[in-house]
């Protein structure tokens, strides 16, 4: 159980509903993560402007790799269940896949680079040297897409440090951090 309670969808902040029905036209449900950060219309307003920002810069199957490598790095099962339901459904990433990017690796080279930077940012807090640079760089990533990793690790850290804070109930398929081949 939840130890911060989710609002059902009537029960949230009025200044969140609106907000929560687009989520709901968009997925056809709103998951728990979505009605908890609605608890705080600002952040809930916060994240979804920083993720409607970067969601059109790198690809949707990179997106979700970085999700999945930087989910398994914080110890995150509630977004380690969602971005692998939303890997094998929406971009349709293979299990192989998905297990691989947990490790923070990618059978795409170009990927590959993108989701081992990310999981190092994640992993050393930024400390990234400039080896981690040049490569990423080597692999195509422009300057601006290097920034774009970074605030993917951000926002996805900031869902993972919630869902762990709160110990959100897991309204997907159940994924655990421990279960990483």
Do not use: W
Request: hydrophobic residues 45%.
């Amino acid at each position: 159980m939840s130890r911060i309670t989710i609002p059902a969808f009537d029960n949230a902040p009025e200044a969140s509903k609106g907000t929560l029905d687009i989520i709901r036209q968009q997925l056809g449900t709103v998951p728990n993560l979505f009605r908890l950060i609605a608890l705080s219309p600002a952040a809930l307003s916060a994240y979804v402007n920083f993720h409607g920002g970067l969601s059109s810069s790198l690809d949707a199957k990179t997106r979700e790799r970085i999700a999945l490598a930087v989910a398994q790095v914080n110890g995150c099962d509630y977004c380690l269940s969602a971005h692998s339901y939303l890997g094998l459904n929406m971009v349709k990433l293979d299990q192989a896949e998905i297990e691989r990017n947990r490790h923070g690796t990618s059978a795409d080279a170009k990927a590959n680079a993108a989701v081992g930077f990310a999981a190092k940012v994640a992993r050393e807090r930024g400390h990234v040297s400039d080896a981690d640079l040049a490569a990423v760089r080597l692999a195509g990533f422009s300057e601006a897409q290097i920034v774009e990793i970074v605030g993917l690790v951000a926002e996805n850290t900031f869902t993972n440090y919630l869902n762990e804070v709160a110990k959100t109930d897991i309204d997907f398929p159940v994924v655990r951090v421990a279960e990483a081949a």
